[in-house]
C-alpha cells in the first residue's frame, strides 16, 4: 500500500493549502468588516446623543453647536424608499419579461448585458446626467430629481438581482400552472412571482442598501438643506452627505459627529436588512423547496 | 371506435433529431389508453403533443395534425389555454404550486372564472378533493402549504388541482413513478374510478400497470408507432415480432 503515498501526500497538502487559503480569505474579509464597524462605533458613539436623532441642525451646527441630523435621516429615508419604490416597479416587469418571454435568447442577453454595463457606472456619472436633465428641464435640485436618479442607479442591481433569482425557477412548476390553462403572464404573476419571493425580497434589500448609501448620485439633483422636505420639490439633505460634509469639518466636535451620522446609516441599513430578512422568512411558508 | 384523439402523420423532431416518425393512431373516448415501450421510444414526446407541451421546448418542430374532437389542437385560431384546459396532465413528479392546499385546488378555476362566488369555489374544492380522495385527510388544513403533504397526497392534490378545470382528456407521465407502492396503487384506483368519465392517456414503463390499467394499448418503438389495439388483443396475442418481444421482457 506504500506505492500510492507520495501522491496522497501531494493531494492532501494541496487541500491544507487551499483550505488555508480560504480561512485566510475569511480572517480579511470579517477583519475589515470589524474594523470598520470599530471605527464608526467607537468614534460615532460618543457623539450619537438624542439631539443627533430628533433635531435638524441649528445655528453654529457645523462649528460643533446645537443640532442634529433629523433632515439628513429623513431625507435620506425618503430618498431611498423613494427610489427603491420607483425602481421596483421597473425592475420586477422588466425581471419578469425577461424570464417569460426573452429567456437565454439572443436579445435577453442584450438586455442583461446592458443591465451589467450600467450597473458598472459610477454613481456620479448618474448624478451628472440626472444634473444635466435637471437644468434642460429647468429644475431645481429637489427630493423628486433626487428619487429619480437613485431609480436609475437601483435600476440595474435590482433587475440583475432579480434575474438571477428568477432564472432558478424550477421548470416543473411552471408547466404544473401552464397545464391548468394558465397563460405566461399568468404564470409569471401568479406563480414566479410568489416562489421567487424571498429571493426578489432580498434583490431589492440590495438595491435599497446600495440607494441610501450613495452619496454621489445625490449631491447635484438632491442638493442638501437644513430643513425637511416638505414636498417633492424641495431640496433634500441625506446622510451619505451628511457623513461627507461633517468629516471635512475642521471642528474636531463636527467630525465626530460625521462618525455618528455614519453610524446612524449603518444602523438603518442592518435594521432594513434584518426586517426584510425576517419578512421574507414569513413569506417563504408557500413557496416549493 | 368512438375516438376521442386522432392523431394524424405526426412528425416530431428535436433540433435535427426526429423523435416521432408518422405517427397515425386513434384514442378511444373514455377509456384508459396505455402508451408503452423502451426508453427514448417517443411514448412521453407523444404524450406532449397533446396539450402542446412539446411546444415548450426550444428548438422543436412538429407537422401533421392531432384532432380532438375532430378539431386540430395546432390550427393557427386555437388558443393553447383552452387546448390544456381541455387536456389536462398528471406529471410524472406531483408539482404542487407554490401556495396552500386549497388555493392549488381553486387556481385552475380562478383563472377560467368556471364559477360565480366564493361558496360554489369552496364546494368545487371540497367535490374535487373528494374526487380525488384526498378531502378526509386534508379538510382541516386547506390553508397549509401544499407542501406539508406527502408526495402521495400531493399527487392526489394534482389530481384534483387538474380535474377541477373539468378536462375532457387527463393525460398521465408515468404519474406513479415518484410514488411509493400504497400510493401508487390509491392513484390508480382513482384513474380506474374516472375513466367513465375521462379519455385517460398512460404513459408508463411498466408492464404490470399498463396490464392493470389499460383498455388501448399504444406500443412504441424508436419514435414508430409498432402496433395498438384493444389491450386484449395486443397483450394476448401481440402482431408483431417486436411487441412480442417486449411483453416477454426480452428488452
Not at chain 1, 446623543?49 to 451646527?61: A, C, E, I, L, R
Not at chain 1, 419579461?97 to 446592458?114: A, F
Not at chain 1, 461633517?246 to 459627529?257: C, F, H, I, N, T
Not at chain 2, 426550444?58 to 392531432?66: A, D, I, R, S
Request: aromatic letters at 8%.
Amino acid at each position: 500500500m506504500g506505492m500510492k503515498k507520495n501522491r496522497l501526500e501531494r493531494r492532501h497538502l494541496m487541500e491544507a493549502f487551499m483550505k488555508a487559503l480560504m480561512y485566510i480569505s475569511f480572517v480579511i474579509v470579517a477583519g475589515a468588516l470589524g474594523l470598520i464597524l470599530w471605527t464608526i462605533i467607537s468614534r460615532g458613539l460618543p457623539s450619537l446623543t438624542w439631539d443627533m436623532v430628533s433635531q435638524v441642525p441649528k445655528g453654529g451646527y457645523y462649528m460643533g453647536k446645537e443640532g442634529g441630523i433629523l433632515n439628513a435621516i429623513i431625507g435620506s429615508l425618503y430618498l431611498a424608499a423613494g427610489g427603491t419604490l420607483l425602481a421596483i416597479l421597473l425592475s420586477l416587469p422588466i425581471a419578469l419579461y425577461l424570464k417569460t418571454y426573452l429567456g437565454q435568447s439572443k436579445w435577453g442577453e442584450y438586455v442583461r448585458l446592458s443591465l451589467d454595463v450600467l450597473w458598472g457606472i459610477p454613481s456620479i456619472v448618474y448624478g451628472a446626467f440626472g444634473f444635466a436633465l435637471m437644468i434642460a428641464f429647468g429644475m431645481r435640485a429637489s427630493l423628486l430629481a433626487g428619487i429619480l436618479v437613485l431609480a436609475l442607479v437601483e435600476l440595474p442591481i435590482m433587475t440583475r438581482a432579480m434575474d438571477e433569482v428568477i432564472r432558478r425557477m424550477p421548470a416543473d412548476l411552471e408547466h404544473a400552472a401552464l397545464a391548468l390553462g394558465s397563460t405566461k403572464f399568468e404564470v409569471a404573476l401568479n406563480v414566479v412571482t410568489r416562489q421567487m419571493l424571498p429571493g426578489i425580497v432580498t434583490a431589492i434589500l440590495l438595491a435599497f442598501g446600495r440607494g441610501i448609501g450613495d452619496a454621489a448620485s445625490v449631491l447635484f439633483t438632491a442638493g442638501y438643506t437644513d430643513r425637511i422636505p416638505t414636498s417633492l420639490m424641495r431640496p433634500t439633505a441625506s446622510l451619505p452627505l451628511a457623513v461627507f460634509f461633517q468629516l471635512g469639518s475642521p471642528y474636531p466636535e463636527v467630525r465626530e459627529r460625521g462618525y455618528a451620522a455614519a453610524l446612524i446609516l449603518t444602523i438603518i441599513v442592518l435594521a432594513v436588512s434584518f426586517g426584510a430578512r425576517w419578512l421574507s422568512g414569513r413569506l417563504n411558508k408557500y413557496t416549493i423547496k | 371506435m368512438d375516438a376521442h384523439i386522432q392523431v394524424k402523420n405526426l412528425d416530431a423532431y428535436y433540433n435535427k433529431q426526429q423523435a416521432l416518425k408518422n405517427v397515425n393512431i386513434e384514442i378511444p373516448k373514455n377509456q384508459i389508453t396505455v402508451i408503452m415501450g423502451p426508453s427514448g421510444c417517443g411514448k412521453t414526446t407523444l404524450l406532449k403533443t397533446f396539450n402542446r407541451f412539446f411546444e415548450l421546448t426550444e428548438n422543436t418542430k412538429l407537422t401533421g395534425e392531432v384532432l380532438v374532437d375532430g378539431q386540430n389542437i395546432y390550427d393557427k385560431d386555437v388558443d393553447v389555454t383552452e387546448v390544456r384546459k381541455v387536456v389536462g396532465l398528471l406529471a410524472q413528479r406531483p408539482s404542487p404550486l407554490p401556495m396552500s392546499i386549497y388555493d392549488n385546488v381553486v387556481y385552475g378555476m380562478h383563472l377560467h372564472k368556471m364559477k360565480k362566488d366564493r361558496k360554489e369555489y369552496k364546494e368545487a374544492v371540497r367535490h374535487y378533493l373528494e374526487i380525488a380522495g384526498l378531502y378526509e385527510e386534508v379538510k382541516k388544513r386547506m390553508h397549509d402549504p401544499a407542501t406539508s403533504l406527502s408526495i402521495g397526497q400531493q399527487q392526489r392534490l394534482c389530481l384534483a388541482r387538474g380535474l377541477a378545470v373539468e378536462p375532457e382528456i387527463i393525460l398521465g407521465d408515468e404519474p406513479t413513478s415518484a410514488l411509493d407502492p400504497i400510493s401508487s396503487q390509491n392513484i390508480e384506483a382513482r384513474l380506474l374510478e374516472l375513466k367513465q368519465q375521462y379519455t385517460t392517456v398512460i404513459v408508463t414503463h411498466t408492464l404490470r400497470q399498463a396490464k392493470r390499467l389499460a383498455d388501448y394499448v399504444i406500443y412504441m418503438y424508436l419514435g414508430e408507432v409498432i402496433e395498438s389495439g384493444p389491450a386484449k388483443e395486443v397483450f394476448g396475442n401481440p402482431k408483431h415480432e417486436r411487441t412480442k418481444q417486449y411483453l416477454e421482457g426480452l428488452f
